[in-house]
């Protein structure tokens, strides 16, 4: 069957009719209500009513129209009061809220559906003759704020890049697939399992974002062990600007100068429209297994993966929750039947026998994949480096119910914004040497800035993503809301673990982009010279700054404007 993309639901996460199922998962609530202090569980199902959302007053330039219906058919054009809500942010916390409080001054004036190269260029050739401003838009999955209009003076267009999403040549021989940006996750999977190949790009956004997406926010897959981040992933891309189309070749590497497929990666549509991409591409593994093994302590996990680094064997995938979330795993699992609960009771008994307490204990998600004889070889040499850390192995049950539920995170936030708890993720990464102390003191800064809304804090990490100098370290936290200062009280703690980044030396963001949400500390990560450079390449590709305005570059009081 067929891939087709749906928008997602305009106040949260996936489709509109798909939502957090709880009692798939009847362990969450319990354990959110007692880690959160919440007492009441009578919080009434809300209806979100798309007309009580407040729209910017419509701008209406009738030559620029008149451009467009020239060379556009009338149902790739579009100012529905949905379309234009849909399109108006992307999915952070910041974004969400404004959306359940009726407010949208982000959103767009016009929904652009191109369906060819040649519609984004004649779109953007009409946009820099009429001073619009374009702002790409992929499967609207981001949460970093890349997707707001951020000025109210000129006209706003949506491209929405989901009708260019075929593939368009396969070479086995050399393992390069040539596509159009605006497939989405499943639907370019299903076309390359065609030819025998994958990307192995399986973002935690995979069924809801594009290859444009990953491409323009450096996106990383669960899977980067193994395949690498989609920079690496890029052999040559073709860019629409407003000054022409700008393409780079099909070859492995090169030596001509400044890598210009670099100046496309990570531009977050500021620079112009990447409409096509030739991305390298794998064989299809034979064989692909999950497991899950706990760890007496974090420490001893990280320690553990980076020794896999060290002699080259790491998984396709490993990710190591702190203990925090570690307890957050297992209060996400499926119910239990009677037999697999008499199992658990005697493997925590194993446990005990074994010297590993359930509340500093750690939980290690590993996937590996290859051939049979070498996920064997690969799974020897693993599983005795974690046994020298004190791991137990869990088994595949708990790398099963992984797969059955890796995409499902993103919608608990949908369910406990309903009631009244704020929820969010910061992820950075730094070398091996930084990790603990960067762990350590941005988990004791997130706690104390939450406290100061006089709430419970709840707090958790992962470490995954590997290279041979370091990793990501991911965050993830929630608390009560305050009433009435629900964004002041966000901010305050965002900010606090931002700042903790930069503090330690680490970049302000891994793979979520940089957008609005971290734009105040991008002259600290890049230095004020780099942002003075992605100034320059602005002005030489977009004059017009008619691309995504307001983007990559800091004002002179930029936590002001954050704020």
């Known amino acids: 069957m067929a891939y087709e993309p749906r928008h997602m639901k305009w106040w949260g996460w996936g489709d509109e009719d798909t939502e957090f199922n709880a009692q798939a998962h009847p362990g969450f609530w319990p354990y959110a209500r ?13 209806e979100w009513k798309l007309e009580a959302v407040e729209l910017p007053e419509l701008c209406v330039d009738e030559r620029f ?42 959103a767009p004036d016009l929904v652009v559906y191109p369906e060819s190269e040649r519609d984004v260029c004649l779109t953007l050739r009409a946009a820099a003759e009429r001073d619009v401003m374009v702002i790409p838009f992929g499967g ?5 704020g890349c997707l707001e209009r951020m000025e109210a003076r000129r006209l706003s267009v ?56 990953w491409i323009a926010t450096r996106s990383a897959g669960m899977q980067s062990d193994r395949y690498g981040k989609i920079e690496d992933m890029v052999v040559a891309v073709r860019m629409v600007t407003s000054e022409g189309v ?29 409409t096509e991409a030739t991305m390298r ?29 060290r002699q080259e064997c790491m998984p396709a995938m490993v990710r190591l929750n702190d203990p925090d979330k570690t307890a957050l795993s297992l209060a996400f699992r499926p119910p239990a039947s009677q037999l697999s609960k008499a199992m658990s009771s005697l493997f925590k008994g194993y446990l005990r026998m074994k010297g590993l307490v359930l509340p500093r204990a750690c939980l290690m998600l590993t996937a590996f994949e290859g051939s049979e004889a070498e996920v ?35 919608h608990i936030r949908d369910f406990l914004l309903d009631r009244d708890v704020t929820t969010d993720v910061s992820e950075t990464s730094t070398v091996w040497g930084n990790i603990l102390p960067l762990y350590r003191d941005t988990m004791d800064l997130l706690r104390a800035a939450i406290l100061e809304s006089r709430v419970r804090p709840w707090a958790g990490s992962h470490i ?32 606090a673990v931002q700042q903790s980044f930069i503090d330690h030396g680490a970049t302000l963001s891994h793979h979520h982009a940089v957008g609005t949400e971290h734009l105040p500390w991008l002259a600290a990560d890049i230095s004020p010279l780099g942002v003075q450079a992605v100034a320059a390449l602005k002005r030489g590709l977009d004059p017009g700054n008619i691309m995504n305005p307001g983007r990559l570059q800091p004002s002179s009081n930029p936590f002001e404007t954050w704020m």
């Open 281 to 309: 591409v794998h064989l299809r593994p034979a064989l692909r297994l999950v497991r899950g093994y706990l760890f007496p302590e974090f420490e001893g996990g990280i320690q553990a993966m980076h020794e896999c680094v």
């Open 376 to 410: 064997a070889r690969q799974l020897r040499q693993v599983q005795a480096i974690y046994r020298r850390y004190g791991a137990v192995n869990l088994g595949e049950n708990s790398g099963k119910s992984f797969e059955a539920t890796k995409y499902d995170f993103p």
């Open 158 to 213: 949506s491209l929405d890049m989901r009708r260019l999403r075929r593939v368009l040549a396969v070479d086995t021989a050399s393992c390069t697939a040539r596509t159009a940006t605006g497939i989405f996750g499943p639907d370019l999977e299903q076309q390359l399992g065609t030819y025998g190949v994958t990307l192995g790009h399986f973002p935690d956004s995979f069924l809801h974002s594009t290859l444009g997406g």
């Open 140 to 144: 609207g999955s981001n949460i970093s």
């Open 34 to 46: 007692a880690v959160l202090g919440i007492e009441r569980d009578d919080f009434s199902r809300r």
């Open 65 to 106: 129209l008149h451009k467009l219906r020239s060379f556009l058919n009338p149902t790739q054009i579009s100012d529905h009061r949905k379309e234009r809500v849909i399109h108006a942010y992307g999915k952070g916390f910041r974004d969400l809220f404004r959306l359940r409080h009726g407010l949208a001054s982000g």
């Open 464 to 495: 995954s993503h590997t290279y041979q100098c370091g990793a990501s370290v991911y965050f993830t936290f929630g608390f009560r809301q305050q009433r009435e200062h629900e964004m002041e009280q966000y901010l305050r703690v965002k900010r």
């Open 246 to 274: 700008l393409a780079t070749r099909t070859v492995p590497k090169s030596s001509n100068g400044i890598d210009v497929n670099h100046l496309c990666i990570g531009s977050e549509g500021t620079l112009g429209v990447i």
